[in-house]
């Protein structure tokens, strides 16, 4: 049985209700630093990319993103999209760009960038952490 097709509408709506802040795969991630003692910022506005979990004295950045908008196997993926390619293409290519435009950034200023996908973090937010971790000890 297939599932009726979606209004443009309804794909809007869906589209406006992705958090970009507070998102499940952040909260996950975050909870377990906190329980592991590690204190942090949140999309800390001064530091390039706003990244989701900021360690400032230690200069460590960590993005956590989902799969969708930040184009993980995006050369497979993108055939995916049925409706309003251009659109979406364009827009997730330019995150694409701009994800690597704000590594080289803070990369060039000094920082550590960790860029975790949404599935990691679900799969084995333990590790995910130990990573993070292993970082901020090493600084």
Same mark, same amino acid.
């Given at each position: 049985?297939?599932?009726?097709?979606? @209004?443009?509408?309804?794909?809007?709506?869906?589209?406006?209700?992705?958090?970009?802040?507070?998102?499940?795969?952040?909260?996950?991630?975050?909870?377990?630093?906190?329980?592991?003692?590690?204190?942090?910022?949140?999309?800390?506005?001064?530091? @390039?990319?706003?990244?989701?979990? =900021?360690?400032?004295?230690?200069?460590?950045?960590?993005?956590?993103?989902?799969?969708?908008?930040?184009?993980?196997?995006?050369?497979?993926?993108?055939?995916?999209?049925? @409706?309003?390619?251009?659109?979406?293409?364009?827009?997730?290519?330019?995150?694409?760009?701009?994800?690597?435009?704000?590594?080289?950034?803070?990369?060039?200023?000094?920082?550590? =960038?960790?860029?975790?996908?949404?599935?990691?973090?679900?799969?084995? =937010?333990?590790?995910?952490?130990?990573?993070?971790?292993?970082?901020?000890?090493?600084?």
């Amino acid at each position: 049985m297939s599932m009726p097709k979606k @209004t443009a509408e309804q794909i809007s709506f869906n589209m406006k209700q992705v958090k970009n802040k507070d998102s499940e795969i952040e909260l996950l991630l975050r909870k377990e630093l906190w329980r592991r003692g590690l204190r942090y910022t949140k999309s800390d506005k001064r530091v @390039t990319g706003r990244p989701d979990i =900021v360690f400032s004295k230690k200069k460590i950045a960590v993005f956590c993103d989902s799969e969708f908008w930040h184009g993980y196997e995006w050369d497979v993926r993108k055939n995916d999209i049925k @409706t309003n390619k251009d659109f979406w293409i364009t827009k997730i290519e330019r995150n694409m760009e701009r994800d690597a435009e704000v590594n080289k950034t803070l990369l060039d200023e000094g920082w550590i =960038v960790i860029r975790l996908w949404g599935k990691e973090i679900k799969a084995d =937010v333990k590790s995910c952490a130990d990573r993070v971790e292993e970082e901020v000890k090493r600084r």
